[in-house]
């Protein structure tokens, strides 16, 4: 599709790998800058940006239009690129990117975000191998934003943060899939809470 990264989304390296056992790398310092550097140009074109990114993604991974009830018989790109439901969707995806972004260094604040999402993402039926298709389809549609400015180093810094925040919501997901099985079990089905007070 023009972007050298557009099949990453498969590799383990951008998050598939990741079975929730072990946390992702968050990124360094100077990556970090890089990436809040870098943002402050993104920003300025989110709702293209986010367009580009969905309408990639259903390019490149048709079967995520499943999980959106509105796109999923809509084969002509054109109608998708123009389309104010997939923009309004695009802009709370950059929304939640600025807020990570925002979020950095304060690890705790962007854990429960990225958790959060991850849970209401069980909730749209959303599996969490496309978690890190996004991530991948971003990096491709603000390239050529970024022009001479994007690097490999910058490049990683995006890869390290998207492994990080999707690493973080697939944990989410997984709670809240745990919990929600656990709830349809039928009382005589559930695990027997033992007093273990003396």
């Known amino acids: 599709m023009g972007c050298a990264i557009s099949g990453l989304a498969e590799k383990a390296e951008f998050g598939e790998g990741n079975t929730g056992d072990t946390a992702p790398a968050h990124p360094s310092e100077d990556q970090i800058q890089m990436i809040k550097e870098s943002w402050k140009v993104i920003r300025d074109d989110i709702a293209k940006v986010g367009i580009i990114m969905f309408v990639r993604l259903f390019e490149t991974h048709p079967e995520c239009k499943d999980v959106f009830f509105l796109f999923r018989d809509v084969e002509d790109l054109e109608r998708l690129r123009t389309s104010r439901e997939l923009r309004a969707h ?63 180093e910058l490049e990683e810094a995006w890869k390290t943060m998207f492994q990080y925040v999707t690493g973080l919501m697939k944990q989410g997901y997984q709670e809240e899939r745990t919990q929600q099985r656990h709830l349809t079990l039928s009382p005589k089905d559930r695990p027997e809470k033992r007093n273990t007070a003396l």
């Open 90 to 152: 695009g802009l709370r995806v950059m929304s939640f990117i600025e807020k990570s972004v925002a979020r950095l260094e304060q690890l705790d604040r962007l854990e429960a975000l990225a958790r959060e999402l991850g849970k209401s993402h069980y909730h749209y039926n959303a599996p969490p191998k496309y978690f890190s298709y996004v991530g991948a389809e971003f990096i491709c549609a603000v390239q050529p934003i970024l022009k001479e400015r994007w690097t490999a």
